[in-house]
């Protein structure tokens, strides 16, 4: 695992920018892993991130149960950015979508496209 790490270049806070997309190629959700996230993401199979606003790090799915099992792995060009391959329970957005890009731009503003997946208040109490 000492090896992986040392080929990925952490920011200057220790973070590196992470994609998530479902294995079919859909993107899901855009966050932030430092060292200990990747690690336990690598270990257990299940993806982990750090936030930056809670300063602290998380499991998707701890609260909602709706967890991301990684599938495929891959790094950009500059070794700054992870790109994961998930399968995806549920809904990834925490307003209850399957993607966090559920909203697109049509006639100069933002539409939901995308149906919701499950009710947040019945989620995360």
């Not at 997309?21 to 996230?37: C, F, P, R, T």
């Not at 998707?60 to 500059?78: A, L, M, N, P, R």
């Not at 995308?114 to 019945?122: A, N, R, S, Y």
Request: aromatic share 12%.
């Amino acid at each position: 695992m000492e090896n992986i790490l040392n080929k990925i270049k952490f920011d200057e806070n220790g973070l590196i920018v992470t994609v998530v997309q479902d294995i079919e190629g859909k993107v899901l959700m855009v966050a932030y892993m430092n060292k200990e996230a990747l690690e336990k993401t690598l270990q257990t199979g299940k993806m982990h991130y750090y936030s930056r606003r809670r300063k602290k790090l998380w499991i998707k799915g701890e609260q909602s149960g709706h967890f991301q099992y990684v599938k495929e792995i891959y790094i950009d060009c500059d070794e700054d950015t992870l790109l994961f391959k998930v399968e995806q329970k549920c809904g990834a957005c925490h307003k209850g979508y399957y993607t966090c890009f559920f909203r697109k731009l049509e006639n100069g503003d933002f539409k939901v496209v995308e149906e919701k997946k499950f009710e947040p208040k019945e989620v995360y109490k």
